[in-house]
């Protein structure tokens, strides 16, 4: 018996699988038949401007609303009417744009409760009444999520006394502890300065390699999704507008166009594409 998402075999790893995924809300179709999938063992993008339906796309998959139209798949488990915590059981995890760690406790003990969380959700409990067996567990998890994403050092350092960079790395510590195998994560590098942002990216790609894990990842930071993801979903006014690898979306009149009005987005776009020009012509 296990107290983690359940796992299944390498071979059956689809990971996440949309397939045709529309969402209304009343009269307003906020996403329009949304394919994409995000396998394990890579970092999925799924870019667009603000209000595109990036939120509503990881709302869909994680069960907190009901898609109008299409199908959700897990290890190719159709869980498009399971409830949030039968998918979070078999394997899917998300973090929030918006972080929320407990700022009273440890580092240590808000990564502890990713692991915690997930068992209770097994069994309720288990929470109450933990076994030594899944103490000894829990801290085990615990001290392979504080090591993989680089914050062993800050294990006993109070989460209110933190930078959002160090709680940007807890947070993601804490799904780690999870034990899930489909990550979506929302704008993770959100407050986040240059230096950290690419550090951040760097440990995504450490836990790539470490874990057989899929990421699907919602972005604003271009330099960071350019960098790491292996495959790219571009959405706007909630239409997939285009798709394909890194360089192909840098250089797709399509997604420069969807982004035009969006400055912030576009002076980003344009420094990354200097940027890899300079690398080509180095
Ligand atoms: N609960 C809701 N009720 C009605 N409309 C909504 C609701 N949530 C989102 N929308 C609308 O659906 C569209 C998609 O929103 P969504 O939050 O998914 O976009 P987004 O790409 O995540 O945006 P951002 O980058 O700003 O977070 C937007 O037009 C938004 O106003």
Redesign the pocket.
């Known amino acids: 018996m296990t107290d983690s998402p359940s796992r299944k075999p390498a071979k059956e790893s689809r990971g996440l699988e949309v397939e045709g995924v529309s969402v209304r809300?009343?009269g307003?179709l906020?996403l329009d038949t949304l394919s994409l999938t995000a396998p394990l063992g890579r970092i999925t993008g799924l870019i667009?401007?603000?209000?595109?339906?990036?939120?509503?796309?990881f709302n869909a998959c994680t069960g907190l609303l009901r898609p109008t139209t299409g199908t959700v798949r897990l290890f190719g488990e159709d869980v498009t009417h399971a409830a949030p915590q039968v998918r979070a059981q078999r394997g899917l995890g998300r973090t929030f744009?918006r972080m929320e760690l407990f700022d009273s406790l440890t580092v240590r003990a808000n990564v502890a409760l990713g692991r915690e969380a997930a068992m209770a959700g097994s069994k309720p409990w288990r929470h109450l009444v933990p076994a030594r067996g899944n103490r000894a567990r829990v801290s085990e998890v615990t001290d392979q999520a504080l090591e993989l994403c680089d914050i062993t050092h800050l294990a006993t350092r109070q989460a209110a006394a933190l930078s959002t960079g160090q709680r940007r790395l807890v947070e993601l510590a804490r799904v780690i502890a999870g034990g899930f195998q489909v990550l979506l994560l929302d704008e993770p590098s959100s407050g986040l300065d240059r230096v950290e942002t690419a550090r951040f990216g760097e440990i995504l790609e450490g836990l790539l390699e470490a874990r057989e894990l899929g990421i699907l990842l919602?972005e604003?930071d271009m330099s960071l999704v350019m960098k790491i993801c292996g495959y790219i979903h571009v959405?706007d006014f909630?239409k997939p507008i285009f798709e394909g690898t890194a360089e192909q979306v840098r250089t797709s009149e399509l997604v420069r166009a969807a982004y035009l009005g969006d400055e912030s987005v576009e002076t980003e776009v344009e420094a990354e594409e200097h940027s890899s020009s300079q690398t080509r012509a180095g």
């Open positions: 809300y009343g307003h906020a667009g401007p603000n209000g595109a339906g990036k939120t509503t796309t744009q919602v604003h959405l909630g």
